[in-house]
Protein backbone atom coordinates (compact mmCIF):
# COMPACT_ATOMS: atom_id res chain seq x y z
CA UNK A 1 0.00 0.00 0.00
CA UNK A 2 0.90 3.59 -0.45
CA UNK A 3 2.67 4.80 2.60
CA UNK A 4 1.19 7.69 2.43
CA UNK A 5 -2.55 6.61 2.22
CA UNK A 6 -0.77 3.80 5.05
CA UNK A 7 -0.14 6.85 6.99
CA UNK A 8 -3.16 8.79 6.59
CA UNK A 9 -5.28 5.67 7.46
CA UNK A 10 -3.14 5.11 10.95
CA UNK A 11 -4.28 9.17 11.77
CA UNK A 12 -8.33 8.20 10.91
CA UNK A 13 -7.94 5.39 13.19
CA UNK A 14 -6.29 7.29 15.66
CA UNK A 15 -8.75 10.33 15.43
CA UNK A 16 -11.57 7.54 15.50
CA UNK A 17 -10.12 6.57 18.57
CA UNK A 18 -10.12 10.38 19.87
CA UNK A 19 -13.77 10.63 18.98
CA UNK A 20 -15.16 7.96 20.42
CA UNK A 21 -13.67 9.12 24.16
CA UNK A 22 -14.88 12.44 23.34
CA UNK A 23 -18.07 11.19 22.86
CA UNK A 24 -18.09 8.79 25.26
CA UNK A 25 -17.78 11.91 27.88
CA UNK A 26 -20.37 13.51 26.19
CA UNK A 27 -22.74 10.92 26.26
CA UNK A 28 -21.99 10.49 30.36
CA UNK A 29 -23.62 14.20 31.19
CA UNK A 30 -26.48 11.93 32.87
CA UNK A 31 -24.26 9.81 35.41
CA UNK A 32 -24.93 6.38 35.59
CA UNK A 33 -23.84 2.46 36.78
CA UNK A 34 -23.63 -0.33 35.33
CA UNK A 35 -24.01 -3.05 38.28
CA UNK A 36 -24.42 -6.94 37.09
CA UNK A 37 -25.45 -6.06 33.67
CA UNK A 38 -28.61 -3.60 35.19
CA UNK A 39 -28.04 0.31 34.38
CA UNK A 40 -28.42 2.10 37.53
CA UNK A 41 -29.25 6.44 38.04
CA UNK A 42 -29.30 7.80 41.20
CA UNK A 43 -32.72 8.60 42.63
CA UNK A 44 -33.06 12.42 41.52
CA UNK A 45 -32.36 11.45 38.02
CA UNK A 46 -34.69 8.46 37.90
CA UNK A 47 -37.31 10.79 39.83
CA UNK A 48 -36.47 13.38 36.80
CA UNK A 49 -37.02 10.19 34.39
CA UNK A 50 -40.41 9.01 35.82
CA UNK A 51 -42.13 12.35 35.52
CA UNK A 52 -41.09 13.08 31.33
CA UNK A 53 -42.98 9.17 31.57
CA UNK A 54 -46.05 9.39 28.79
CA UNK A 55 -48.53 6.75 30.05
CA UNK A 56 -49.89 4.59 27.11
CA UNK A 57 -53.09 5.70 27.00
CA UNK A 58 -51.92 9.40 26.10
CA UNK A 59 -49.12 7.67 23.82
CA UNK A 60 -51.80 5.58 21.96
CA UNK A 61 -54.43 8.72 21.77
CA UNK A 62 -51.35 11.24 20.37
CA UNK A 63 -49.88 8.42 18.05
CA UNK A 64 -50.88 9.11 13.95
CA UNK A 65 -53.11 6.64 13.02
CA UNK A 66 -50.75 6.00 9.95
CA UNK A 67 -47.78 5.18 12.90
CA UNK A 68 -50.20 2.58 13.84
CA UNK A 69 -51.10 0.97 10.56
CA UNK A 70 -47.75 0.15 9.33
CA UNK A 71 -46.26 -1.09 12.52
CA UNK A 72 -47.24 -4.79 11.89
CA UNK A 73 -45.02 -4.58 9.08
CA UNK A 74 -42.50 -3.68 11.20
CA UNK A 75 -42.46 -6.07 13.17
CA UNK A 76 -42.86 -8.38 10.53
CA UNK A 77 -39.72 -8.24 9.62
CA UNK A 78 -38.37 -9.81 12.94
CA UNK A 79 -39.20 -13.17 11.13
CA UNK A 80 -36.82 -13.25 8.83
CA UNK A 81 -34.20 -11.33 11.34
CA UNK A 82 -34.25 -14.15 13.67
CA UNK A 83 -33.60 -16.53 10.32
CA UNK A 84 -30.67 -14.32 8.99
CA UNK A 85 -29.07 -14.13 13.06
CA UNK A 86 -29.09 -17.92 13.07
CA UNK A 87 -27.85 -18.76 9.62
CA UNK A 88 -24.83 -15.83 9.82
CA UNK A 89 -24.33 -16.83 13.71
CA UNK A 90 -23.89 -20.55 12.41
CA UNK A 91 -21.87 -19.46 9.30
CA UNK A 92 -18.87 -17.91 11.33
CA UNK A 93 -18.92 -20.44 13.86
CA UNK A 94 -18.38 -22.68 11.39
CA UNK A 95 -16.56 -21.32 8.60
CA UNK A 96 -14.19 -19.05 10.59
CA UNK A 97 -13.00 -21.49 12.53
CA UNK A 98 -12.08 -23.43 8.84
CA UNK A 99 -10.76 -19.94 7.53
CA UNK A 100 -8.75 -18.98 11.09
CA UNK A 101 -10.72 -15.71 10.66
CA UNK A 102 -11.12 -13.83 13.76
CA UNK A 103 -14.95 -14.77 15.60
CA UNK A 104 -17.19 -12.04 15.85
CA UNK A 105 -18.72 -10.93 19.12
CA UNK A 106 -22.24 -10.97 18.76
CA UNK A 107 -22.64 -9.13 22.17
CA UNK A 108 -20.80 -6.14 21.23
CA UNK A 109 -23.29 -5.91 18.35
CA UNK A 110 -26.66 -6.61 19.97
CA UNK A 111 -26.99 -4.84 23.27
CA UNK A 112 -30.37 -4.44 25.18
CA UNK A 113 -30.22 -1.82 27.78
CA UNK A 114 -33.04 1.01 27.02
CA UNK A 115 -35.40 -0.80 29.39
CA UNK A 116 -34.17 0.63 31.96
CA UNK A 117 -34.82 4.28 30.95
CA UNK A 118 -37.95 5.02 33.44
CA UNK A 119 -39.10 8.20 30.93
CA UNK A 120 -39.84 5.08 28.31
CA UNK A 121 -43.20 3.40 28.63
CA UNK A 122 -44.04 -0.08 28.08
CA UNK A 123 -44.80 0.41 23.87
CA UNK A 124 -41.68 2.49 23.48
CA UNK A 125 -39.66 -0.22 25.45
CA UNK A 126 -40.64 -2.77 23.35
CA UNK A 127 -39.59 -0.24 20.25
CA UNK A 128 -36.60 0.48 21.51
CA UNK A 129 -36.30 -3.76 22.20
CA UNK A 130 -36.84 -4.30 18.27
CA UNK A 131 -34.99 -1.38 17.35
CA UNK A 132 -31.42 -2.46 19.30
CA UNK A 133 -31.88 -6.14 18.09
CA UNK A 134 -32.35 -5.32 14.24
CA UNK A 135 -29.73 -2.91 14.23
CA UNK A 136 -27.49 -4.86 16.09
CA UNK A 137 -27.95 -7.86 14.23
CA UNK A 138 -27.34 -5.47 11.06
CA UNK A 139 -24.15 -4.31 12.10
CA UNK A 140 -23.31 -7.65 13.33
CA UNK A 141 -24.04 -8.98 10.15
CA UNK A 142 -22.10 -6.58 8.38
CA UNK A 143 -19.18 -7.06 10.48
CA UNK A 144 -19.07 -11.04 9.55
CA UNK A 145 -19.62 -9.95 5.74
CA UNK A 146 -16.64 -7.72 5.64
CA UNK A 147 -14.37 -10.30 7.27
CA UNK A 148 -15.29 -12.61 4.65
CA UNK A 149 -14.81 -10.11 2.24
CA UNK A 150 -11.34 -9.24 2.83
CA UNK A 151 -10.48 -13.25 3.46
CA UNK A 152 -12.34 -14.41 -0.51
CA UNK A 153 -12.35 -10.95 -2.64
CA UNK A 154 -11.05 -7.76 -0.71
CA UNK A 155 -10.74 -6.24 -4.48
CA UNK A 156 -11.92 -2.09 -4.65
CA UNK A 157 -15.09 -1.58 -6.77
CA UNK A 158 -14.38 0.64 -9.91
CA UNK A 159 -17.86 2.27 -9.00
CA UNK A 160 -18.30 4.46 -6.24
CA UNK A 161 -20.30 2.83 -3.27
CA UNK A 162 -22.53 4.62 -0.81
CA UNK A 163 -21.19 2.55 2.23
CA UNK A 164 -17.96 1.37 2.75
CA UNK A 165 -16.59 -0.81 6.25
CA UNK A 166 -13.86 -0.37 8.11
CA UNK A 167 -11.67 -3.09 5.95
CA UNK A 168 -12.39 -2.04 3.04
CA UNK A 169 -9.67 0.69 2.67
CA UNK A 170 -7.19 -1.66 2.86
CA UNK A 171 -8.79 -3.66 -0.24
CA UNK A 172 -6.67 -4.09 -3.67
CA UNK A 173 -6.76 -1.64 -5.81
CA UNK A 174 -9.50 -2.39 -8.90
CA UNK A 175 -7.15 -3.70 -11.42
CA UNK A 176 -4.31 -4.27 -9.73
CA UNK A 177 -2.61 -7.68 -11.34
CA UNK A 178 -0.42 -8.42 -7.90
CA UNK A 179 -4.09 -9.01 -6.50
CA UNK A 180 -3.17 -12.57 -5.49
CA UNK A 181 0.31 -11.50 -3.34
CA UNK A 182 -1.83 -8.73 -1.72
CA UNK A 183 -4.84 -11.20 -1.01
CA UNK A 184 -2.19 -13.37 0.98
CA UNK A 185 -1.30 -10.59 3.10
CA UNK A 186 -4.48 -9.82 3.89
CA UNK A 187 -5.70 -13.03 4.62
CA UNK A 188 -2.38 -13.47 7.04
CA UNK A 189 -3.59 -10.42 8.90
CA UNK A 190 -6.76 -11.84 9.54
CA UNK A 191 -5.43 -15.03 10.55
CA UNK A 192 -2.99 -13.33 12.77
CA UNK A 193 -5.86 -11.67 14.87
CA UNK A 194 -7.20 -15.12 14.87
CA UNK A 195 -4.44 -16.40 16.32
CA UNK A 196 -4.84 -13.70 19.05
CA UNK A 197 -8.41 -14.28 19.73
CA UNK A 198 -7.38 -17.89 20.13
CA UNK A 199 -4.41 -17.36 22.79
CA UNK A 200 -6.20 -14.33 24.73
CA UNK A 201 -9.20 -16.87 24.94
CA UNK A 202 -12.07 -15.02 23.33
Known sequence: MNPKIEELLKQIVALEKELKIELEKEDRRVP?????????????????????????????????????????????????????DLFVTLYQQINFRVYHIPLVKRSEYIVFDRQY?????????????????????????????????????????????????????????YGDAEYHEKLEALRRSLQEAYARQQKDGD
Open 117 to 173: LAYLNIIEKINCLYCSYFNGLMAYTVEVAARTEQFWCPIKHAKKIAYRHRYYDRFVA
Open 32 to 84: FKIEKGRVRFDQEILRRQKAALIDIYRYLRSSEISYVLTAPIIYAVIVPALVL
